[in-house]
């Protein structure tokens, strides 16, 4: 059974302060995914990973994989207060079924 | 387009009530799902499809009946509701059945059950 765990659940950060979130995930599986929810709303893709080494990056975030590791990271740059939010990785649960195993979530709150 | 719909937006239930919550998609999506969101948990899959007269059940089935008879809509049946149910369900929907696109979210259901 597909087990994802994100770390960590909660990310309070100052503006302009770099940061790491991390996504590991328990069985193989080379489909990762990347989504935004602000309170109250739905869920925005940022960033689909299909193969081990991906890397992808929107204005101060950056997604990578492992594959190997079981790894998935976002990184965050510069941070900004617009970027607070909370952020879900979610696998593949059999590398292209479309079944998604969601993370628990990283709330991240980045004060001035 | 507008993209992945879903009705109602908000829902109170009494125990033991049915209901059926509703989503379509009008980006020709084959891939269709259903998700609720509790808090603490993430979102965890309902039941999904791979195209029209294809359902397949995910990791929370129990209490829950779909069936898609058009690519468009994708309906959630609530049998008899229980106080468990009470969370936040959204549909997602994506052009591929093989994981290399993204699946586009619905703005949600909120559902009380009482």
């Known amino acids: 059974e597909l087990k994802v765990e994100q770390n960590p659940l909660f990310l309070s950060m100052q503006e302009g302060k770099n940061y790491t979130i991390y996504c590991n995930y328990s069985?193989?599986?080379?489909?990762l995914y990347w989504y935004r929810q602000d309170p109250g709303k739905s869920l925005e893709s940022l960033f689909v990973l299909l193969s081990n080494g991906a890397v992808k990056q929107e204005g101060r975030l950056m997604a990578s994989l492992d594959t190997k590791a079981r790894l998935s990271t976002l990184h965050i740059t510069a941070a900004v207060h617009d970027l607070s939010a909370t952020y879900f990785c979610a696998v593949d649960e059999a590398g292209g079924s479309e079944k998604l195993v969601f993370g628990k979530g990283t709330k991240l709150t980045v004060n001035p | 387009n507008a993209g992945v719909t879903q009705t109602p937006k908000f829902q109170v239930l009494k125990t033991g009530q049915s209901m059926t919550l509703q989503c379509a998609q009008d980006?020709?999506?084959?891939?269709m799902s259903w998700y609720r969101q509790d808090p603490g948990m993430g979102l965890r899959l309902i039941h999904y499809?791979?195209?029209?007269?294809?359902?397949d059940q995910g990791e929370v089935p129990n209490g829950y009946n779909v069936s898609r008879s058009t690519t468009e809509d994708f309906p959630l049946r609530l049998l008899s509701a229980a106080p468990s149910q009470t969370s936040v369900y959204f549909c997602?929907?994506?052009?591929?059945?093989?994981?290399?696109?993204?699946?586009?979210f619905g703005p949600g259901t909120r559902l009380t059950v009482l």
């Open positions: 997602a929907s994506s052009y591929t059945t093989t994981g290399t696109d993204t699946q586009y």
């Open positions: 069985t193989t599986s080379d489909r």
């Open positions: 499809s791979v195209g029209a007269g294809i359902t």
């Open positions: 980006m020709n999506h084959e891939y």
